[in-house]
């Protein structure tokens, strides 16, 4: 059974660097795509990017210019930075296996973070 | 970006009724599109992919059609359980969720 376990900092000042990291467990690491969503509190989901090891990364266009996207096949983790946040940046963020075939099959239990001086 | 049109925001039903949403694509994303159920607190679950293939597990009372730039999610009989909100998903070129439909009691 595939889980996915994140954790990283909930609290962040205004122009910090956001960090998050997803453990996979139960699957083969290089053979899918990993993403990373995140959801403003009361609002709608928004996709940030993906990345497989193989391949490479995707990344929403608009965030492009200040996300990175990384992945440490040994310890079957991806990694979501995101540089310059602001208040707009608060979100509860999930990580989620991305399935060619199917979309979005498996998600973390998802991470609040909070941007505020 | 592709640009996904979801409606209604909210609809107000009660158990028994059938519910449709709609979901259009700003282009054609042949039938690269999922459903997602997601309720407070909790991360989406998917019920559809591939436009109508329900996934495993997922009641059969969950109905996905459409191809192109227009799907519908038909809940033919709504259950308890299926107050939640409700997402669309592009998957054809990188991805973009509709804003979802909150499914609330009426």
């Known amino acids: 059974q595939v889980q996915l376990q994140q954790w990283g900092a909930g609290l962040l000042k205004p122009s910090e660097t956001l960090s998050l990291t997803c453990a996979v467990y139960?699957?083969?690491?290089?053979?899918?795509?990993w993403s990373w969503i995140r959801q403003p509190p009361g609002k709608g989901l928004e996709w940030i990017g993906e990345i497989n090891s193989s391949v490479g990364t995707n990344y929403k266009p608009s965030l492009k210019s200040r996300v990175t996207i990384s992945a440490d096949t040994t310890k079957k983790q991806f990694s979501l930075t995101l540089n310059s946040v602001t208040a707009a940046d608060t979100a509860v963020y999930y990580c989620?296996?991305?399935?060619?075939?199917?979309?979005?099959?498996?998600w973390g239990q998802g991470t609040l973070v909070t941007v505020s001086s | 970006d592709i640009q996904m049109t979801q409606s209604p925001s909210t609809l107000s039903a009660s158990v028994g009724d059938r519910v449709t949403i709609t979901c259009r694509a700003s282009q054609s994303i042949s039938s690269w599109l999922a459903w997602y159920q997601q309720k407070p607190g909790k991360p989406p679950k998917l019920l559809v992919y591939?436009?109508?293939t329900l996934e495993s597990g997922v009641p059969s009372r969950f109905r996905g059609s459409g191809s192109g730039t227009e799907f519908t999610l038909t809940i033919s009989s709504l259950q308890p359980d299926d107050f939640a909100t409700y997402y669309c998903?592009?998957?054809?070129?990188?991805?973009?969720f509709g804003q979802g439909t909150k499914v609330e009691v009426k």
């Open positions: 989620a296996r991305t399935n060619t075939l199917t979309g979005l099959d498996y």
């Open positions: 591939k436009a109508s």
């Open positions: 139960g699957e083969t690491f290089s053979n899918y795509y």
């Open positions: 998903q592009q998957y054809h070129s990188l991805s973009t």
